[in-house]
Nanobody, 119 residues
Framework: QVQLVESGGGLVQSGGSLRLSCEAS????????MGWYRQAPGKQRELVAE???????NYADSVKGRFTISRDNAKNTVYLHMNSLKPDDTAVYYC?????????????WGQGTQVTVSS
C-alpha cells in the first residue's frame, strides 16, 4: 500500500508555471509506475504524464514540450513541472501509483490538487 499526498496547485495566469509535488508514504524506488492525471469539470479523468520504474516517460500530446515529470527517490516524491500553462490546463490534478503485489497491479490515488489557469 501507499498513501499519496499532492501539493503545489493554485491559481496562475496563462503562460505561467507551477510545480506539483506528490509525496508517497513509502519508497518509490520499486513502484512500477507513477503518474499524474487530471480531471476538468464535465470531463473524464485523463493521463497527463507518467514515469515507469526505469524512468521511461509518457506524456499526453496536449502537454508535450510544456510539462515534465520527474522523481526524487530520496524524498519519495514525484513532481510535475508545468510551463506555458493555458486555461485548458485548468483541472484537478491527481497523483497515481501502480504497485505490483504477487503479480497483480494495484492502483492508488491521491486526493487531488486544483490548478486554475486564468486567461
Amino acid at each position: 500500500q501507499v498513501q499519496l499526498v499532492e501539493s503545489g496547485g493554485g491559481l496562475v495566469q496563462s503562460g505561467g508555471s507551477l510545480r506539483l509535488s506528490c509525496e508517497a508514504s513509502r519508497s518509490i524506488f520499486s513502484i512500477k509506475r507513477m503518474g499524474w492525471y487530471r480531471q476538468a469539470p464535465g470531463k473524464q479523468r485523463e493521463l497527463v504524464a507518467e514515469m515507469a520504474s526505469g524512468d521511461t516517460t509518457n506524456y499526453a500530446d496536449s502537454v508535450k514540450g510544456r510539462f515534465t515529470i520527474s522523481r526524487d527517490n530520496a524524498k519519495n516524491t514525484v513532481y510535475l513541472h508545468m510551463n506555458s500553462l493555458k486555461p485548458d490546463d485548468t483541472a484537478v490534478y491527481y497523483c497515481n501509483a501502480v504497485i505490483v503485489n504477487r503479480l497483480l497491479d494495484y492502483e492508488y490515488w491521491g486526493q487531488g490538487t486544483q490548478v486554475t489557469v486564468s486567461s
